[in-house]
């Protein structure tokens, strides 16, 4: 059963390829404007850095399939990236918790001049210091295969959050009481359990990396499951272990926690904070229109999303910086949370249909969503971040083949 529901997502993703074609044949590069954020939409710089990030995240797909291989190979966009080393990988497979992606150095040597319109910096090449790009510590964490999964995975009860100790102080001696405390915390127990695993690996990783490297900002990122793994981690980094020149990037990601939660990652990451610069945010939640995942487990269950939401309203792919916009709040009517909705039909009623099954054991404890929505339009939006995650090939997933890079925008400090 567990081998039909994690196939299902690829079928159906084949069938509407070869059945309803690419949307994206003749597209062509959109004009860059100018490099200013207003309340409607983001920066050309903003933008661009969270493109490059989208095609990082991409790359942890490749990790438990192809894989991926000192200096920085992989079948996927590992090319795109020639100023990354990689560090390690993880991977725990289905069994314990599907916990998987990487960590990689990105050296700030500046490579032999690239093509125009060339995205493989990490970090700004026009705002180096004194000539010298930037270097940087990437962690990206990979979201699940299968999105059917998902529905189950996140089907479950929530349990107490306990932030963990410091790595330095042995895991287990007493330590000193944080300046952010999390009070009446409860937390989505799969992921919790997905970080629990993969900090064995992260942290004695990260230590050495710290030590060598102190002045490197780390970088967070991960797409659905991943992002919410970051969420945790970026916190254990940040609270417990001090480590506060780091930034989070999700996409994707779902609801990791309840109210206390919620007050918790937006006092550490000041988030919602008023009169602060949305682009100045150290903590970035990209959301997409259609996608239900960043909507669950659902509020009904005692779970809120929290604020640092950057809002991707254009439904199909490549979106412009205008189709971006930073959202007020935990709870912001014009993002994700007005979007398409929560009401109408369930998700397992839907599957249910495709399968020509009883629905009665799909339909306890899963989302809603619209009906309007056909199945593999649900996994597609949940994929469609700049570009379509989450399948280790050579140019990514075939619907991305052909495609023009985005154009080359520059950006301050962001990654």
């Known amino acids: 059963m567990l081998h039909m529901m994690g196939t299902l997502p690829f079928l159906l993703y084949l069938i509407a390829v070869f059945a309803l074609g690419s949307p994206l044949g003749n597209q062509h590069p959109f004009q860059a404007q100018e490099d200013a954020a207003t309340s409607d ?20 797909y490749c990790v438990g399939t ?17 100023t990354l080393d990689l560090v390690t990988t993880w991977n725990t497979g289905v069994l314990m918790s599907d916990s998987c992606g990487y960590i990689a150095i990105d050296h700030g040597t500046a490579p032999a001049p690239a093509p125009s319109g060339r995205m ?52 287990s001696d007493p330590h000193n009481e944080p300046k952010h405390a999390c009070h009446n915390c409860t937390v989505h127990m799969g992921f919790l359990s997905s970080w629990k695993i993969a900090r064995t690996v992260v942290l004695p990783a990260l230590k050495p990396l710290r030590e060598q490297y102190p002045e490197y ?29 780091l930034t989070v990037t999700t996409f994707g990601e779902p609801r990791v926690g309840n109210d206390g939660f919620v007050d918790y990652i937006n006092s550490v990451f000041q988030l919602g904070d008023v009169g602060k610069q949305f682009e100045a945010q150290t903590y970035r939640r990209v959301t997409h229109v259609d996608d239900p995942v960043p909507l669950l487990p659902l509020s009904e269950w005692g779970y809120r999303s929290h604020a640092g939401e950057f809002f991707i309203s254009k439904s199909d792919l490549p979106p412009e910086p205008s189709d971006i916009q930073p959202c ?55 994929r469609d971040y700049f570009w379509r995650l989450g399948l280790c090939v050579p140019g990514g997933d075939p619907i991305d083949w052909g495609r023009d890079r985005y154009p080359n925008f520059t950006s301050s400090d962001e990654l």
Do not use: M
């Open 41 to 60: 939409h983001i920066s050309d710089g903003l933008f661009a850095s969270l493109e490059r990030l989208s095609r990082l995240v991409d790359i942890t």
């Open 217 to 245: 900002p780390i970088h967070l990122v991960g797409h659905s499951l991943g992002g919410a793994v970051a969420a945790l981690a970026a916190l254990e980094l940040k609270v417990i272990s001090g480590w506060n020149n």
């Open 120 to 171: 493989g910096r990490v970090v700004d090449e026009h705002h180096a210091a004194n000539g010298r790009i930037p270097g940087a510590i990437i962690i990206a964490f990979r979201g699940t295969y299968s999105i059917t999964n998902t529905v189950v995975d996140l089907s479950t009860i929530p349990q107490e959050y306990v932030p963990y100790p410091s790595p330095d102080q042995g895991g």
């Open 328 to 382: 007020i709040g935990d709870y912001d009517p014009r993002c994700i949370a007005g979007s398409a909705g929560e009401p109408l039909q369930t998700t397992g009623q839907i599957i249910a249909e495709q399968l020509a099954q009883d629905t009665s054991a799909w339909t306890r404890g899963l989302w809603d969503i619209p009906t309007r929505l056909k199945l593999w339009q649900l996994f597609f939006a949940h």
């Open 66 to 82: 192809t894989g991926i291989s000192p200096p920085f190979s992989c079948a996927s966009r590992c090319k795109d990236f020639p």
